[in-house]
Structures are given as structure tokens and as C-alpha cells.
């Protein structure tokens, strides 16, 4: 059995299911991006693609973040 990893935002996620998601990049400032809390819309927008992200795991979901900041 082969494994294949794919590298992508959230934001170019396609259709479908995976068996394994990896949401890395969870900080304070980096996501939700500092840009979208200007607007209720883009900041619902990101809450979406996040809610997109994590229910596409068939079976195994890790969420990261960075314990400190360099």
C-alpha cells in the first residue's frame, strides 16, 4: 500500500473526503487571519472553511499549533 501526502490550504481544499487532515497553523493572528476580524463576513467565512477543514477526517484529525513564537 502506497501513502500519498498532499500539501494544501484550506482555502484550495477540494471536494471530498481524506482519510487523515492535519490543520496546522492554528495562532492567535495567523488563524482566523488578522485580516478577516475587520469584517463579520470574511470572519464567518474563515470560521466555515475551518468547519469544512476538520469534518472532511474520515478517520483521524490532528489540529497544531506552535507552544512559542520565534
Do not use: W
Not at 495567523?30 to 474563515?46: A, G, H, K, W, Y
Amino acid at each position: 500500500m502506497q501513502i500519498r501526502y498532499h500539501s494544501m490550504t484550506i482555502h484550495s481544499q477540494g471536494p471530498g473526503v481524506s482519510a487523515g487532515f492535519y490543520v496546522v497553523g492554528l495562532e492567535e493572528n495567523l488563524f482566523p487571519s488578522q485580516m478577516s476580524l475587520n469584517s463579520r463576513s470574511d470572519l464567518e467565512e474563515e470560521r466555515r472553511l475551518f468547519y469544512v477543514a476538520t469534518t472532511r477526517a474520515e478517520s483521524k484529525l490532528t489540529l497544531k499549533l506552535r507552544y512559542f513564537a520565534l
